[in-house]
């Protein structure tokens, strides 16, 4: 099962359309119990802003388009972004990559179906939450750089 349809399973209940007239700088949007996703933004890329509109789903509430200018709604945007990375990469995931033996960053990131972007935010919002590196279910996970290692 591709990402994205394990992600639609996760809300049956929600509309999820790929639109090919959003404007460039908006990559998804969730308003009134459907996902705007931009098609031009391309599949990798979609898969992360998919996770974060379904975060929004769960976690926002109201309008909150104009988080750049309104505290609460940048706390929403972040509960939201972290909501996706849970979805898509959980520790777990880095785990499952590890124990297959994929160790760049290129095949991660083909592995898990996000773009290499998605990838180093998810990455640096674990630092942020952690620290350096967690133990966590019998492995030492480092995030700078991203090292695995079974205890």
């Known amino acids: 099962m591709q990402q994205h349809e394990r992600l639609h399973n996760i809300v049956p209940e929600v509309k999820v359309s790929y639109l090919?007239?959003?404007?460039?700088?908006?990559?998804?949007l969730?308003?009134?119990?459907?996902?705007?996703?931009?098609k031009n933004q391309g599949y990798y890329r979609n898969t992360g802003t998919l996770a974060e509109e379904i975060?929004?789903?769960?976690?926002?509430?109201?309008?909150?388009?104009?988080?750049?200018?309104?505290?609460?709604?940048?706390?929403?945007e972040l509960v939201?972004?972290?909501?996706?990375?849970k979805l898509l990469l959980p520790l777990e995931r880095?785990?499952?990559?590890?124990?297959?033996?994929i160790t760049t960053e290129y095949e991660m990131v083909l592995?898990?179906?996000?773009?290499?972007?998605?990838l180093k935010d998810a990455i640096e919002d674990y630092k942020n939450k952690f620290g350096l590196w967690v133990k966590?279910?019998?492995?030492?996970?480092?995030?700078?750089p991203l090292d695995i290692k079974k205890l």
């Open 30 to 38: 969730y308003l009134d119990n459907e996902i705007c996703i931009n």
């Open 55 to 76: 975060g929004h789903y769960f976690t926002s509430h109201g309008h909150i388009t104009d988080y750049a200018n309104n505290i609460n709604h940048a706390k929403q």
């Open 20 to 28: 090919d007239y959003m404007p460039n700088k908006l990559a998804g």
């Open 111 to 118: 592995h898990l179906e996000i773009d290499n972007k998605y």
């Open 136 to 144: 966590y279910e019998g492995y030492l996970i480092g995030f700078e």
């Open 80 to 85: 939201a972004r972290r909501y996706g990375i």
């Open 94 to 101: 880095l785990i499952e990559c590890y124990n297959l033996g």
